[in-house]
C-alpha cells in the first residue's frame, strides 16, 4: 500500500525507487503483486509515464488517507513516549527507597511532570498480577520466575558499626574476629553466618548476636545505637555514615552482591513505566 502511494506521488517507478531505496524492478514486481492481489489494474505503464486508472484513483485516495492516519498516529505515539503521563504505581523497598531512591524519585518527577505517583512502602509482597501495580523494586533474588525481573544494579554489603560499639568491644580487623562480636542479622539470612569476600578468597564466618530481625531499618539504628556490627550496601547507610554515627570496618571485605530489580507482570510496558525502569536503572548503575 505505502509502496504504490509512493510510486503515484513520484509519477513513476524510478523516482519511487530511489527515494525509497529499492531496485526499480523490484519495486514494480511488488506493484504488480498487489494488482492480482486485487484483482484490479491501478496504472497505465508507459515507456515515458505511469498513470492511474479509475480504479487506481480510488485506490490511491484509501491509501493516502489510511498513510497520512498513520504517520499521525505515529507521531502522537512519538509524543507520547516523549512525555508520559499518568499515574505509575510502585512498590518500593522501605529503607532503600527513604534513604537512597528519594532524590532519584524528586529528579524523575522533576524531567516528567506529566505523571503522579503512588508509592506503596509496606513490607509486604504486592501481588502485580492481581494488584494494580506497575512495578516493584526489590532487593534480592528474584521469587517468581513468571514475572519480568530487569536487574537495574548490584549492591555490595560492607561490615559498618558505630565508634561506640567499636571502643566497647574493639575493631575486628580480620572475619573471624567477627565470632567475638554482636552481629546483627537479618532473619531471612538468619543462619548464623556471613559469606565474606576479600577479592582473592572466600570464607564463612559465625555472625551470632542477640538480634535477629526482619527489619532494615531496626537493624540499621540499633547499629547506630552500639549495639553490634552490620552488613549491609552503602546505600542503606549512607545518612548514617555522612553523619559519623556508624563508620566502615574492615574495608577490604564485602558480602554477596545484592541484585536489584524492577519486577513488572508483562514485557509491555506503558511509556510512564517504561520511562521510570530506564532512569533508575541509568542512576543505579552508576
Not at 486485487?38 to 484513483?57: D, M, N, P, Q, S
Not at 561506640?164 to 580480620?174: A, D, I, Q, V
Request: hydrophobic share 45%.
Amino acid at each position: 500500500m505505502a509502496l504504490f502511494v509512493e510510486v503515484v506521488k513520484a509519477k513513476g517507478f524510478r523516482g519511487a525507487a530511489d527515494a525509497i531505496g529499492i531496485p526499480n524492478s523490484t519495486l514494480s514486481r511488488r506493484i504488480s503483486v498487489l494488482e492480482k492481489a486485487i484483482g484490479l489494474r491501478l496504472l497505465h505503464r508507459t515507456t515515458r509515464k505511469v498513470e492511474l486508472t479509475e480504479a487506481g484513483r480510488l485506490y490511491f485516495e484509501r491509501c493516502k488517507r489510511i498513510v497520512d492516519e498513520a504517520r499521525l498516529a505515529h507521531e502522537q505515539l512519538g509524543e507520547m513516549l516523549a512525555q508520559p503521563s499518568g499515574v505509575l504505581r510502585a512498590s518500593l523497598p522501605v529503607d532503600f527507597a527513604v534513604t537512597y531512591l528519594a532524590p532519584l524519585i524528586a529528579e524523575f518527577a522533576s524531567l516528567y511532570p506529566g505523571i503522579a505517583f503512588d508509592f506503596d512502602l509496606t513490607p509486604r509482597r504486592v501481588d502485580l498480577v492481581g494488584e494494580p501495580f506497575d512495578v516493584a523494586i526489590r532487593m534480592g533474588e528474584s521469587e517468581n520466575s513468571q514475572l519480568i525481573a530487569r536487574q537495574l544494579a548490584l549492591l555490595q554489603p560492607r561490615l559498618y558499626a558505630s565508634s561506640g560499639y567499636l571502643e566497647r568491644s574493639g575493631e575486628p580487623k580480620e572475619p573471624a574476629d567477627l565470632e567475638k562480636h554482636e552481629c546483627l542479622s537479618m532473619l531471612k539470612t538468619g543462619l548464623g553466618f556471613w559469606t565474606l569476600h576479600d577479592g582473592k578468597q572466600t570464607v564463612r564466618v559465625s555472625a551470632g548476636g542477640r538480634f535477629t530481625l526482619n527489619n532494615v531499618g531496626l537493624i540499621r539504628r540499633l547499629a547506630t545505637l552500639d549495639m553490634g556490627i552490620i552488613l549491609t550496601p552503602e546505600e542503606i547507610v549512607a545518612d548514617e555514615l555522612a553523619s559519623g554515627r556508624l563508620r566502615l570496618i574492615m574495608p577490604a571485605w564485602h558480602g554477596v552482591p545484592m541484585p536489584v530489580y524492577a519486577i513488572t507482570e508483562t514485557r509491555m510496558l506503558p511509556a510512564k513505566t517504561q520511562r521510570f525502569i530506564e532512569f533508575l536503572r541509568e542512576r543505579l548503575g552508576r
